[in-house]
């Protein structure tokens, strides 16, 4: 009934008037519990410290669940396993009656991560489990046992973890089913506020006159406001994807205030170091920094680019966006590149979308009609390498243009995807998901509904083109929102009392590690 009525409503007012229907937790106190790889792990760790104190001999096993972990008793210590772990005040769900059991401790986050007790029986020679599990259910009695690391278990440990684990020989085995190679994150960020920033790119407009003749999301400010998204995008990098090795953040040397520069797992990188004597700088144009990313140096085979206005949106393995074998996958959006021809009119991605069809075309004869959702998007350094080689042309031009450009083409956004697919390197993927606009008065509902079911695997908020209010209106619906859905930091953000001072120039910092 609500959104039904908002179409009565000035198009000025409906944004406002949608928020102040739907409110988004804005009064709510920020929640202290750990983010789920922590809480998996200090469910874990509690309960193998109950178990040992009561003398209760264990071994780690895997489990079909991502945020779960798995432990083996000896049926014959059922009991025994049950009364020390009541004592310790665990919280029990029988999974499996009297065979699995999950337990989670109070302060350790959701119940849902918790550990998974199996109770095993002995048969003849064998140890048997009571149910399936990724390698085996059912192993000799003898089979060695081994102290092996957190990630043996599953791509969902907590990083940095320095506990081992006692297990079998035998679940030390990799699937080929798992993804065993290194991913990378790379992500693009500006701050359109910064005025010196703001002085090149106005002296960069008056460089390149014919930006006037093209569509207004060409250069528009909204594409370059920093309303916060990177701080709570990587926050859901930490507390969903914990099994990301490295960040890379390009920028044009800037960096955000929050950051912690110190970080191993963490490398600021220029648009200097990736251009190196290509292109011109300093670009305005996202497509042309986009056609650099693979130069990154140690950037690993495998990678995941993400805008800093798309987050994951719940727990995800590596496999939602790798195959084990290493093809990347994609996920095609019901949205259709337009088969009209090209105009100077029309906004940059559909212009861009228009320019990958052609090349597709003409390599492959083949015609793409698909956009891709706004995901994060897999990718692979070879790649992008080849298409720089094989394009080289179309990758050089889009690299020159300051601004977006007609002409320019989407590397990493589309291009990739439909070349990587028909070379043998991708296949499709599915993927749970939400795209919606700031602007659209249906946001709030949105993440209304969001931030209670937290049901998708990732989700973008984009701006496209919005008015000073708007901005103002959307900002205030974000901030809101995104703490809300992630209040814990991040591993990459710096303590309060050692935040750098802002617009730190990446030249004055000192240098940081690689790995």
Same mark, same amino acid.
């Given at each position: 009934?609500?959104?039904?009525?908002?179409?009565?409503?000035?198009?000025?007012?409906?944004?406002?008037?949608?928020?102040?229907?739907?409110?988004?937790?804005?009064?709510?106190?920020?929640?202290?519990?750990?983010?789920?790889?922590?809480?998996?792990?200090?469910?874990?760790?509690?309960?193998?410290?109950?178990?040992?104190?009561?003398?209760?001999?264990?071994?780690?096993?895997?489990?079909?669940?991502?945020?779960?972990?798995?432990?083996?008793?000896?049926?014959?210590?059922?009991?025994?396993?049950?009364?020390?772990?009541?004592?310790?005040?665990?919280?029990?769900?029988?999974?499996?009656?009297?065979?699995?059991?999950?337990?989670? =401790?109070?302060?350790?986050?959701?119940?849902?991560?918790?550990?998974?007790?199996?109770? =095993?029986?002995?048969?003849?020679?064998?140890?048997?489990?009571?149910?399936?599990?990724?390698?085996?259910?059912?192993?000799?009695?003898?089979?060695?046992?081994?102290?092996?690391?957190?990630?043996?278990?599953?791509?969902?440990?907590?990083?940095?973890?320095?506990?081992?684990?006692?297990?079998?020989?035998?679940?030390?085995?990799?699937?080929?089913?798992?993804?065993?190679?290194?991913?990378?994150?790379?992500?693009?960020?500006?701050?359109?506020?910064?005025?010196?920033?703001?002085?090149?790119?106005?002296?960069?407009?008056?460089?390149?006159? =014919?930006?006037?003749?093209?569509?207004?999301?060409?250069?528009?400010?909204?594409?370059?406001?920093?309303?916060?998204?990177?701080?709570?995008?990587?926050?859901?990098?930490?507390?969903?994807?914990?099994?990301?090795?490295?960040?890379?953040?390009?920028?044009?040397?800037?960096?955000?205030?929050?950051?912690?520069?110190?970080?191993?797992?963490?490398?600021?990188?220029?648009?200097?170091?990736?251009?190196?004597?290509?292109?011109?700088?300093?670009?305005?144009?996202?497509?042309?920094?986009?056609?650099?990313?693979?130069?990154?140096?140690?950037?690993?085979?495998?990678?995941?680019?993400?805008?800093?206005?798309?987050?994951?949106?719940?727990?995800?393995?590596?496999?939602?966006?790798?195959?084990?074998?290493?093809?990347?996958?994609?996920?095609?959006?019901?949205?259709?590149?337009?088969?009209?021809?090209?105009?100077?009119?029309?906004?940059?991605?559909?212009?861009?979308?228009?320019?990958?069809?052609?090349?597709?075309?003409?390599?492959?004869?083949?015609?793409?009609?698909?956009?891709?959702?706004?995901?994060?998007?897999?990718?692979?350094?070879?790649?992008?390498?080849?298409?720089?080689?094989?394009?080289?042309?179309?990758?050089?031009?889009?690299?020159?243009?300051?601004?977006?450009?007609?002409?320019?083409?989407?590397?990493?956004?589309?291009?990739?995807?439909?070349?990587?697919?028909?070379?043998?390197?991708?296949?499709?993927?599915?993927?749970?998901?939400?795209?919606?606009?700031?602007?659209?008065?249906?946001?709030?509902?949105?993440?209304?509904?969001?931030?209670?079911?937290?049901?998708?695997?990732?989700?973008?908020?984009?701006?496209?083109?919005?008015?000073?209010?708007?901005?103002?209106?959307?900002?205030?619906?974000?901030?809101?929102?995104?703490?809300?859905?992630?209040?814990?930091?991040?591993?990459?953000?710096?303590?309060?009392?050692?935040?750098?001072?802002?617009?730190?120039?990446?030249?004055?910092?000192?240098?940081?590690?690689?790995?």
């Amino acid at each position: 009934m609500q959104r039904r009525l908002l179409p009565l409503v000035s198009e000025s007012r409906r944004l406002r008037i949608a928020r102040r229907l739907v409110p988004l937790g804005s009064r709510r106190e920020a929640s202290t519990a750990p983010d789920p790889a922590t809480a998996r792990r200090e469910n874990l760790d509690r309960t193998l410290d109950t178990l040992t104190s009561a003398g209760v001999d264990w071994f780690r096993i895997p489990v079909s669940s991502l945020t779960n972990t798995g432990v083996a008793v000896d049926e014959r210590d059922r009991a025994r396993a049950i009364a020390a772990l009541s004592g310790g005040n665990a919280r029990f769900e029988r999974v499996v009656p009297g065979r699995v059991l999950r337990v989670s =401790w109070p302060g350790a986050g959701n119940p849902a991560y918790g550990c998974e007790i199996e109770f =095993w029986r002995r048969e003849g020679e064998t140890l048997a489990g009571p149910r399936s599990n990724p390698v085996a259910d059912v192993i000799a009695a003898d089979e060695p046992e081994i102290v092996v690391a957190e990630p043996v278990f599953g791509p969902f440990g907590s990083p940095g973890s320095p506990r081992r684990y006692r297990t079998r020989e035998v679940f030390t085995m990799v699937s080929p089913d798992r993804v065993a190679f290194p991913i990378d994150a790379v992500y693009t960020w500006v701050d359109g506020s910064d005025p010196a920033w703001r002085a090149r790119k106005l002296r960069a407009l008056r460089e390149n006159g =014919w930006v006037a003749g093209t569509n207004e999301q060409a250069a528009n400010d909204s594409r370059f406001h920093s309303r916060d998204e990177l701080r709570y995008s990587l926050r859901s990098l930490h507390a969903y994807a914990p099994w990301i090795r490295h960040v890379y953040l390009v920028t044009d040397g800037q960096i955000p205030a929050w950051l912690d520069t110190t970080r191993r797992d963490l490398t600021v990188v220029t648009h200097r170091e990736i251009f190196g004597g290509t292109g011109r700088l300093p670009t305005f144009n996202s497509q042309a920094i986009e056609s650099r990313l693979h130069r990154i140096p140690d950037l690993s085979e495998h990678f995941l680019y993400l805008n800093d206005d798309v987050f994951l949106g719940r727990p995800v393995a590596p496999e939602l966006f790798f195959t084990p074998g290493g093809l990347t996958r994609f996920f095609p959006s019901g949205a259709l590149v337009s088969s009209a021809p090209r105009t100077a009119a029309d906004a940059p991605a559909d212009s861009a979308g228009k320019n990958n069809r052609q090349l597709i075309q003409s390599a492959f004869g083949r015609v793409l009609t698909r956009k891709m959702k706004h995901t994060p998007h897999p990718s692979r350094r070879s790649v992008l390498a080849e298409i720089e080689q094989r394009f080289a042309g179309e990758v050089e031009a889009t690299a020159a243009h300051q601004f977006r450009h007609p002409d320019d083409i989407a590397l990493l956004s589309s291009l990739q995807q439909y070349y990587a697919y028909l070379t043998g390197r991708a296949a499709p993927g599915q993927i749970s998901y939400l795209y919606t606009d700031l602007a659209d008065p249906a946001t709030p509902f949105h993440l209304a509904r969001l931030l209670h079911r937290r049901h998708l695997d990732a989700f973008c908020l984009n701006d496209t083109a919005s008015g000073p209010d708007e901005m103002a209106e959307q900002a205030a619906m974000l901030a809101e929102f995104l703490p809300a859905y992630l209040p814990a930091p991040s591993r990459w953000e710096s303590p309060p009392r050692s935040t750098p001072s802002p617009r730190t120039p990446v030249s004055a910092l000192r240098p940081v590690e690689a790995r």
